[in-house]
């Protein structure tokens, strides 16, 4: 257990922890895909304008034209409207400013907020809502029918089927993987008594500690965005909180942090820390755009990931967690988990290969196999 101070030095790509003694199967198979794309044009805004005589309106026209023509960068980037997904869709923005000088001219960047389902319904256990889908469809929809331009998602959100006339094709580089634990009265999981109540909607954050800390309980509706939870802890709700530590790094607030987890002790949930941008599949405008932002090795470890999470058909009812990184010698390695819900089962595995795109889906999609088999019928049911 890492003790936490906001001075710390954290590693972006944690390595997997000394001494760990999971099977590691090799994999070897092809290279990386390529995404083609078709040219779309864009609108700019209308200016408003009021009727005045013929000559004002006619020159009025003529600039909105010229503007038109002249800011063809116009962007609108589509995001939930949470604290943290307002930090990373500026981030979205202050990236792509950097990279593309049309893109700072006032009002060419506009942040659109719209609220999910998941956003709307906070009393009910996001099992009991739906699961996939909860936290992007309604930005999903927006983008299709062209209100927006790009949408800005927590990848860790993303169904693993994309709708259709969209495409995911960058991912920012990616944060911190590992959950930090924050307690008013406690260091660590292992120092909190026994029928210590720990908030978290994660039933993959569950099934790990109470697989590890049977004696502890899990409130396991403990919802709301990163300050509502911190509230609840200080109130008194629960003795503990487990959240991700990408999110509070990207809030600014480590401050909250009592301690890190390790990757031996609870494997990440399947592309957290990983901020991914949508776009419709026939913008090659937008397309162009986000390939200057890609981080190629967060793209790859995602895919894996994700592969591994789609062989599963993996929900919010499902506690799997799955995490793929380069080791020092370029190649990847990757850690899957399955377990029940009540953490008395847990399945684990890990694959070994090269760091291209085909050998990594192999490899998610193989370890996913290889655990549904281990599972058999029933064994998310406990």
């Known amino acids: 257990m890492e003790t936490f101070s906001p ?68 962007l609108v980037i589509g995001t939930r409207g949470s604290p943290l997904a307002l930090a990373q869709a500026y981030e979205t923005r202050d990236k792509l400013m950097a990279s593309h000088l049309e893109l700072t001219e006032e009002g060419a960047i506009e942040i659109k907020i719209i609220k999910t389902t998941g956003d709307k319904i906070l009393t009910q256990p996001l099992a009991d809502i739906g699961g996939k889908g909860l936290f992007t469809k309604e930005i999903d929809e927006a983008l299709i029918n062209g209100d927006i331009d790009i949408a800005v998602h927590s990848m860790k959100d993303v169904p693993t089927y994309l709708p259709d006339k969209t495409i995911l094709p960058c991912n920012l580089q990616r944060e911190d993987v590992r959950d930090a634990f ?46 509502t939870r911190l509230k609840k802890l200080s109130e008194g709700v629960v003795q503990a909180t487990l959240l991700a530590l990408a999110g509070l790094k990207r809030l600014n607030m480590t401050e909250n942090v009592t301690s890190i987890l390790p990757i031996d002790d609870m494997l990440p949930a399947v592309a957290q820390g990983a901020i991914g941008i949508a776009c419709r599949s026939d913008d090659e405008k937008m397309a162009n755009y986000l390939a200057t932002l890609n981080h190629e090795e967060t ?62 889906v192999l490899m998610g999609k193989d370890a996913g196999k290889e655990l549904l088999s281990r599972a058999g019928p029933g064994f998310f049911d406990s």
């Open 7 to 74: 001075s710390s030095s954290l590693s972006t790509r944690p390595a997997l922890g000394p001494g760990h003694s999971l099977p590691v199967n090799s994999w070897s198979s092809g290279s990386v895909s390529v995404l083609g794309f078709t040219r779309k044009s864009l609108a700019f805004p209308s200016l408003s304008r009021r009727p005045h005589a013929n000559g004002v309106v006619r020159a009025s026209v003529a600039v909105e034209t010229e503007t038109r023509e002249a800011r063809t960068a116009f």
């Open 182 to 227: 924050i307690s008013k009265s406690a260091g660590s999981l292992a120092e909190l008594p026994a029928g210590s109540i720990i908030g978290t909607a994660s039933l993959r954050r569950k099934s790990q500690i109470l697989n590890r800390y049977p004696s502890l309980q899990v409130q396991d509706n403990f919802r709301g965005n990163v300050q």
């Open 299 to 360: 793209r790859l470890a995602v895919s894996c990931e994700r592969a591994f999470l789609e062989t599963l058909d993996g929900s919010c009812r499902t506690p799997i967690a799955g995490y793929a990184c380069k080791d020092e010698d370029g190649n990847c390695i990757f850690r899957g988990l399955v377990a029940s819900p009540d953490g008395t089962r847990v399945l684990e595995t890990s694959r070994k290969g090269p760091y291209t795109y085909e050998d990594m």
